[in-house]
C-alpha cells in the first residue's frame, strides 16, 4: 500500500516538473518572441528615420543646387548682358563725367557677377561634376585659409579613395567639412585646423581637429550646425565622437564602412 502511494507520488511529482518545465520553456519562448518583435520595431523605426532625415536632406541639397544653378544661369547673365549694353554706350559717349559713371557700374557689375558666382559655388559645389571630391576639399580649405592656417593629412591612397566615393557620400562630407569650418572661425579663436583622412579595416576615417577654445557650449544655443553635422553623420552609418574641450579646441572624429547596408548600421555618440 505504502508502494502504491509512494509510486503516485513520483507520478504526480514527474507531472508536476513537466508541466513547470513546459511551463518555462513556453514563457522563454514567448519572451524571446516578445524581444525579437521589438527589436524588429527598433530597427524599422531606426531605418524609417534615416529615411525621413536622407530625403530631408536629398530635397534641401536638390534645392540648394537648384537655386545656385538659377543664379549662375539667370542673374549672371542678365548682369553680363547688362554690362556688355554699359561697354557699348561707354565706346559712343565722350563725356568724362557720364563715362566715369560708367565705369562705377562696371565695377558695380563686376562685384555682383562675383558674389554671384560665389553663391552658387557655395550652395552646390562643382562635387564629381568638374572638381574631384579631393580638389573640392582643397578649395574649401583654401577658402577659410585666409583667416586660419588649416593642415590637410594623408596619402595616395586615400585620396584616390575619396575620389571614387558615391556622389551622395561625397557631398555629406564636403558638408560636414564645410560645417565644421565654419563653427571653428565663427566661434573658436582658433589659429590652427588639423583635417586627417585615414582608412582601416574597411572603415574611411577622418578626423577634425583645432587648436580652439571649443565650440560645443557655444553651439548648443541653437544646436543648428552640430545638427546638422549629425544628421549627415547618421546617413553615412557613421560612428562618431566629438568633443570639445576648453584647452585643447574642438575634436570630431568619424569613421564610416565604405561598404555597408542597414543591418549593419552602428552609431555611437559620446561627448565628454
Known amino acids: 500500500m505504502n508502494d502504491n502511494i509512494l509510486l503516485l507520488v513520483l507520478i504526480v511529482s514527474c507531472g508536476v516538473l513537466i508541466m513547470l518545465v513546459g511551463f518555462f ?3 522563454h519562448r514567448s519572451q524571446s518572441r516578445i524581444a525579437e518583435q521589438q527589436q524588429r520595431l527598433q530597427e524599422e523605426k531606426l ?9 530631408a536632406i536629398a530635397s534641401q541639397d536638390a534645392e540648394r543646387k537648384r537655386i545656385g544653378q538659377d543664379l549662375h544661369d539667370e542673374i549672371g547673365a542678365a548682369l553680363a548682358v547688362l554690362k556688355l549694353t554699359i561697354d557699348q554706350c561707354q565706346a559712343n559717349l565722350g563725356v568724362d563725367g557720364f563715362q566715369h559713371f560708367l565705369q562705377s557700374c562696371k565695377i558695380k557689375i563686376d ?9 552658387s559655388h557655395n550652395l552646390s559645389p562643382e562635387i564629381l561634376t568638374i572638381n574631384t571630391l579631393t580638389e573640392s576639399i582643397e578649395e574649401l ?8 592656417k588649416i593642415t590637410l593629412e594623408g596619402n ?10 558615391t556622389e551622395d557620400k561625397a557631398i555629406h562630407i564636403y558638408r ?33 581637429q583645432d587648436n580652439g577654445k571649443g565650440i560645443n ?4 544655443k541653437s544646436g543648428h550646425g552640430l545638427k546638422h553635422i549629425e544628421s ?17 579646441g574642438y575634436r570630431l572624429s568619424f569613421s564610416f564602412p565604405l561598404e555597408s547596408s542597414l543591418s549593419e548600421y552602428k552609431q555611437s555618440n559620446t561627448i565628454a
Not at 531605418?47 to 530625403?55: D, E, G, S, T, Y
Not at 595616395?156 to 566615393?165: A, I, R, S, Y
Not at 557650449?217 to 548648443?220: A, E, I, L, R
Open 217 to 220: 557650449h557655444v553651439c548648443t
Open 141 to 148: 580649405c583654401h577658402s577659410f585659409s585666409i583667416t586660419i
Open 111 to 119: 562685384d555682383i557677377v562675383s558674389s554671384c558666382r560665389n553663391i
Open 156 to 165: 595616395d591612397e586615400v585620396w584616390t579613395l575619396l575620389d571614387t566615393l
Open 176 to 208: 560636414i567639412l564645410e560645417e565644421a569650418l565654419h563653427n571653428t572661425v565663427k566661434h573658436a579663436e582658433a589659429s590652427s585646423i588639423n583635417i586627417g583622412f585615414a582608412t582601416e579595416a574597411g572603415l574611411l576615417q577622418i578626423v577634425y
Open 47 to 55: 531605418i524609417h528615420h534615416r529615411q525621413l532625415i536622407k530625403a
Open 232 to 248: 549627415r553623420l547618421l546617413i553615412l552609418n557613421a560612428t562618431y565622437a566629438p568633443l570639445s574641450d576648453i584647452d585643447h
Open 25 to 27: 520553456l513556453l514563457f
